[in-house]
Nanobody
């Protein structure tokens, strides 16, 4: 089973940027797409973005589409989430997750492996 480790979270002022990384190891041949999700205190986990590891096709939730960019470096088994123009509403724990399906999905139930999460805090 693939293991995922997120990094790059932190505290940033509104309007700032952060780049999150999701490093995958073990069983990566069975992973076809990676998704980023986030969970704010008292709220349900929500989809942020996903990427196909083969084609590089991407999929975003509307609220981040013009501000966040998901990318991958297959040689490093790493997926990135570049977050620009951050807003206090982006404050959450960010998780990356892997699934064996080819199609990009916003449904957390379709992702089989999850990282431990990294905290992103945006101050106003």
């Amino acid at each position: 089973q693939v293991q995922l480790v997120e990094s790059g979270g932190g505290l940033v002022q509104a309007g700032g940027s952060l780049r999150l990384s999701c490093a995958a190891s073990g069983g990566t041949s069975s992973v076809y797409s990676i998704g980023w999700f986030r969970q704010a205190p008292g709220k349900e986990r929500e989809f942020v973005a996903a990427i196909s590891l083969s084609s590089g096709a991407t999929y975003y939730t509307d609220s981040v589409k013009s501000r966040f960019t998901i990318s991958r470096d297959n040689a490093k088994n790493t997926v990135y989430l570049q977050m620009n123009s951050l807003e206090p509403e982006d404050t959450a724990v960010y998780y990356c997750a892997a699934r064996p399906g080819w199609t990009l999905s916003a449904s957390s139930t379709l992702y089989l492996s999850w990282g431990q999460g990294t905290q992103v805090t945006v101050s106003s």
